[in-house]
């Protein structure tokens, strides 16, 4: 059974950094692009960030670009997403998600994990 | 970036029933379009991609249809477990974007 755990969520300051794991089990991590998904309150879907298997290649939506870094290690199976430079606007529920392969199809979801900006 | 026009936001039918639900692209994304289903206390569920193919798993009364710009996604003989929030979302090109959701509700 495919399992994806976020944790590492929490309330933190404008500007500060959170750094987001997602524990992953049932499947073989190292043949699976993943991805970071968020919903803000009350708000759709979001795409924030992709890796390729390997992790040599990386994607971000213009708005986190150069504040988030997607990272893997496939060793440990387990995905990260350090997030520094924080803004209200960040605050969401984050999703973990795989992709057999290196596609936009996300097959299966992390049940999320909260991130609350706020002074 | 782009954006994904899904209607209706809102939908009440009764088990047993058939709806569709629409989503419009603001370009081309060719067939890569998938659907997901969102329920409480539960994880996303991916139920079809590639327009129009099932994930292994989704019952057989899902459907999807489309390509290029417009697509719809259809339920026959509605159950009462298929009473939840349904999205599109486009992996035609970066950034990834979904519709604003389809919530169906219980009639």
């Known amino acids: 059974e495919v399992q994806l755990v976020e944790s590492g969520g929490g309330l933190v300051q404008p500007g500060r950094s959170l750094k987001l794991s997602c524990a992953a089990s049932g499947f073989t991590f190292s043949n699976y692009g993943m991805h970071w998904i968020r919903q803000a309150p009350t708000k759709g879907l979001e795409w924030v960030a992709s890796i390729s298997p390997s992790g040599g290649s990386t994607y971000y939506r213009d708005s986190v670009k150069g504040r988030f870094t997607i990272s893997r290690d496939n060793a440990k199976s387990t995905l990260y997403l350090q997030m520094d430079s924080l803004r209200s606007e960040d605050t969401a529920t984050y999703y973990c998600?795989?992709?057999?392969?290196?596609?936009?199809?996300?097959?299966?979801w992390g049940q999320g994990v909260m991130v609350t900006v706020s002074s | 970036d782009v954006q994904m026009t899904q209607s209706p936001s809102y939908l009440a039918a009764s088990p047993g029933e058939s709806v569709s639900i629409s989503c419009k692209a603001s370009?081309?994304?060719?067939?890569?379009l998938a659907w997901y289903q969102e329920k409480p206390g539960k994880a996303n569920k991916l139920l079809i991609h590639?327009?129009?193919t099932l994930q292994s798993g989704t019952p057989s009364r899902f459907s999807g249809s489309g390509s290029g710009t417009d697509f719809t996604l259809t339920i026959r003989s509605l159950e009462f477990e298929d009473f939840a929030v349904y999205y599109c979302q486009q992996y035609n090109e970066y950034p990834y974007t979904f519709g604003a959701g389809t919530k169906l509700e219980l009639k």
């Open positions: 590639s327009g129009s």
């Open positions: 370009k081309s994304i060719s067939n890569n």
């Open positions: 998600a795989n992709t057999f392969g290196y596609s936009g199809v996300f097959d299966y």
